[in-house]
């Protein structure tokens, strides 16, 4: 078995071969603690320690926050994962397909499938292009039109997502599996049931009950000072991964932004992202709070993708080779395909510095990874966690 003593050991190796500033680990049993650690540097110019205060980007593990959004409004009969979406945003009743004809080039037709709130979750709505087709020319217009960059314009999320209705989809929905717009959308669609911003749902229904109270869209007093230094991977070592406020991504957190990002915008600490993965491994509670239901999660944890999805799936994120995709979140559905002594139905979500969280119901094992390391190589550092993690049990 593993030991508190290897997995400080793994912390170590990964400052030092990947020139981190810092690195922290949480794992937990149950509700109990087993294992923590906070090494290195919150910002290692200024020799500032990294510790339990430190701010975190988590960037895409928002995708399974605001998921969990979702299926708490399906958990309370706001909709069924079957329904059209044109029932909660009217602008998608008539949504059209970008198709490439025998000779490369494109023509735009009319869809024939219903993009339905299950699609939401499951990433195959086929909105994400960086190429030639009608669906990229049509985002671009439509992002300059509403007047650039999302993270540093002035629109919501929920005007993005309306507007996005006129752009071509790249495939039926349901066809294939691609990583983009669709956690979005399903945000939205939970603002229009509930009648709350995201941010607010997610404060009233998660943050609040589980005591996250480092976690949001937006820094509070304090927290620009706390955010962890961000770096990214060059030749022989790392260099400094853009300004505070100056790089784009960073620009949605300043106060007074309006957009919400439901896929990347969140910022956290390690306790608080600890505590929404213990909460997944519950059933639902943590703390002596309940969230929401077992069966719910149950049903989160589903992998719903085919086996043509699944290829997809693995080919965008190799380092997610033997888990399927269900509402929002990874699930371990070979683990001996993904090399790992994991459980079934293990699940979770990554962040694009590196975040990283699990939460396994049948171990009731839980456990949070923060580093900021821009575009990490995931299969170097979280399949190294698991399998150490796992040790531990």
């Known amino acids: ?48 320690p990294l510790t339990p205060d430190t701010v975190f980007r988590i ?17 309370r009969g706001a909709f069924l994962m079957d329904d059209p979406v044109y029932a909660y945003l009217p602008e998608y009743r008539h949504m059209k397909l970008s198709v490439r004809q025998p000779d490369g080039s ?22 994400y292009a960086f190429d030639d087709s009608p669906t990229a020319r049509a985002m671009q217009e439509v992002h300059e039109r509403l007047g650039g960059s ?81 770096v990214k991977q060059v030749p022989g070592g790392s260099e400094p991964c853009g300004d505070l406020l100056g790089d784009p991504l960073d620009s949605m957190y300043r106060e007074g932004a309006r957009y919400e990002a439901a896929d990347a915008g969140l910022l956290s600490t390690l ?9 997944l491994a519950n059933g639902g509670v943590w703390k002596g709070e309940r969230i929401i239901g077992r069966k719910t999660l149950d049903m989160m944890r589903q992998n719903l993708l085919t086996e043509e999805m699944l290829r997809e799936f693995h080919t965008s994120t190799p380092d997610m080779v033997g888990y399927g995709y269900g509402y929002g979140v990874r699930t371990l559905i070979d683990p001996a395909a993904a090399g790992c002594g994991g459980s079934l139905g293990e699940f979770g979500w990554v962040g694009a510095a590196g975040a990283w969280m699990m939460a396994d119901p049948a171990e009731k094992l839980s456990a949070a990874f923060m580093i900021q390391d821009m575009l990490p190589d995931g299969r170097y550092y979280h399949h190294r966690l698991r399998a150490a993690i796992n040790g531990l049990v």
């Open 150 to 230: 999302k993270f540093q314009a002035g629109y919501s999320l929920r005007e993005e997502i309306r507007a996005l209705a006129e752009v071509p989809m790249l495939f039926e929905p349901g066809s294939h599996w691609q990583y983009g717009y669709g956690i979005d959308m399903m945000a939205v669609v939970v603002e229009v049931t509930s009648g709350m911003s995201l941010g607010e749902y997610m404060r009233k229904n998660i943050f609040e009950p589980l005591g996250m109270k480092d976690t949001g869209f937006r820094f509070r007093p304090g927290w620009r000072e706390r955010l962890a230094a961000c």
């Open 59 to 75: 960037h895409s593990i928002t995708k399974a926050v605001s998921a969990l959004c979702g299926m708490m409004e399906y958990e």
């Open 1 to 48: 078995m593993s030991t508190a003593r290897d997995l400080d050991r793994l912390l170590e190796r990964f400052i030092e071969e990947k020139h981190l500033p810092g690195a922290a680990l949480s794992v937990c049993k149950g509700e109990e603690l087993i294992y923590e650690r906070f090494l290195g540097y919150r910002d290692h110019d200024r020799a500032v």
């Open 271 to 279: 306790h608080d992202l600890q505590a929404f993965s213990g909460c």
């Open 106 to 127: 494109w023509r735009v037709e009319d869809a024939k499938e219903t993009m339905t709130i299950r699609h939401l979750f499951n990433m195959d709505v086929g909105f």
